[in-house]
């Protein structure tokens, strides 16, 4: 059985930073695409951070430029959104991602991010 499952999250003061950890079992994370994505109350679900498949070069949405950085251990099959200088706006729930190909995409249960300012 193919499962994500995250951990971190939580509660954090405005400028905090929080670390969010994501766990593939079931397949190799290796040589397949991963993302954070973040869904706050009567929002759309939005991408906010991606590593493609063939690239190390990592895209992150505007709002959280030089603040998010996406990463992977494909040796532990983790994936993990490092967020520094949090600030209220990024209050959602965060959700990872990881597309396999033709074995299908999976997502995780998703964590609540909440700053208060």
């Known amino acids: 059985q193919v499962q994500l499952v995250q951990s971190g999250g939580g509660l954090v003061q405005s400028g905090g930073s929080l670390r969010l950890s994501c766990q593939l079992s079931?397949?190799?994370?290796?040589?397949?695409?991963i993302g954070w994505f973040r869904q706050a109350p009567g929002k759309e679900r939005e991408e906010v951070s991606c590593l493609s498949r063939d690239s190390n070069q990592p895209y992150s949405i505007e709002s959280v430029k030089g603040r998010f950085t996406v990463s992977r251990d494909n040796g532990k099959n983790m994936m993990y959104l490092q967020m520094n200088s949090l600030q209220p706006e990024d209050s959602a729930v965060y959700y990872c991602?990881?597309?396999?190909?033709?074995?299908?995409?999976?997502w995780g249960q998703g964590t609540q991010v909440t700053v208060s300012s």
């Open positions: 079931g397949r190799t994370l290796e040589g397949y695409s």
């Open positions: 991602n990881a597309d396999l190909s033709q074995y299908g995409e999976y």
